[in-house]
């Protein structure tokens, strides 16, 4: 005989509203959730009780309250429930379709100089790429991976460092023309091109060179993915992580300034791809091994 429990007996619509009451607050919400009429839910419920024998609810003015261990029974439903859908959600998926979701800064200035690389090698992955700042859902929405700059502390999520963020001040030649720039205290003479995400780094160095900079009037502020732009067509000194100057270094388009300096600003934040056990498939894992080989590669 077999001690499995009986799964036959499982009211999984009668569940599936218990959980999604629990997680919205209210039967009216849930209801909205699931795409049902609120009646619909109240019905489940009831019918829940009756086969729980146990009452789950107990009624506040119009409001049902959960009782304190069937919260704690929706809770662990609900985990299940999330578990379940993400593993239909990665059958039911195309093993060949890769979504990933990146910074903007990180899409135009390192990965889409090399994306035709990956294309050539991986001609069956069709390789989607949402660039936003915004942070998504791994767990939740519709993307395998994310490319995320910060601590790589975060809870539930797999993290590979990519990059060292490490800032450099730099500057296209005309504008550094008519300036005599020898110390970072010159800096000032300078209109001044700034990265609106970046600012504590960036105060930072400023501060640990002594360049009174809170009260320098000619200061631009830009999303991070149109610094490195303002910067090459000559409006002013920015502020950039080292390896989106690199190749306009070794070109002459930018000057670094300060280069012999030994200082670094404090930040343990860098570049990490992120993705959940559940996702990581073939496209997935052909993705994170060609970003380790073009971390010492240069754009094609």
Not at 181 to 199: A, C, F, S
Request: charged share 20%.
């Amino acid at each position: 005989m077999s001690n499995r429990p009986d799964i036959a007996w499982l009211p999984l619509n009668a569940l599936r509203a218990f959980a999604a009451v629990h997680e919205t607050g209210s039967v009216g919400a849930a209801a909205d959730a699931l795409n049902v009429t609120h009646g619909a839910i109240s019905q489940h419920l009831r019918g829940l009780e009756d086969r729980l024998q146990r009452k789950l609810f107990t009624r506040s003015g119009n409001r049902l309250v959960m009782a304190p261990d069937a919260a704690e029974l929706a809770a662990g439903l609900l985990g299940h429930l999330r578990a379940m859908a993400a593993d239909i959600d990665s059958f039911r998926r195309d093993e060949n379709i890769l979504n990933i979701t990146v910074t903007p800064h990180f899409a135009q200035h390192w990965l889409l100089p090399r994306i035709g690389d990956f294309a050539k090698r991986h001609p069956q992955i069709d390789l989607r790429i949402n660039a936003d700042a915004k942070l998504h859902d791994l767990a939740q929405g519709d993307f395998d991976a994310a490319v995320r700059h910060g601590d790589g502390a975060w809870p539930g999520l797999n993290c590979e460092r990519l990059l060292e963020s490490r800032h450099i001040a730099v500057a296209a030649p005309s504008a550094l023309a008519s300036v005599l720039v020898e110390t970072p205290g010159d800096l000032v003479k300078l209109p001044w091109i700034l990265d609106e995400d970046r600012d504590t780094e960036m105060a930072h160095w400023f501060a640990a060179h002594g360049v009174a900079h809170k009260t320098h009037t000619r200061i631009t502020r830009l999303p991070s993915a149109l610094t490195l732009t303002a910067a090459l067509d000559g409006h002013g000194v920015a502020w950039l992580p080292r390896v989106y100057a690199a190749p306009y270094l070794a070109t002459g388009r930018l000057v670094q300034l300060f280069a012999g300096d030994s200082r670094r600003e404090e930040t343990g934040s860098h570049y990490y791809l992120c993705w959940i056990d559940t996702r990581n498939g073939p496209a997935l894992r052909a993705f994170r091994h060609w970003l380790r080989r073009q971390l010492d590669a240069p754009p094609s």
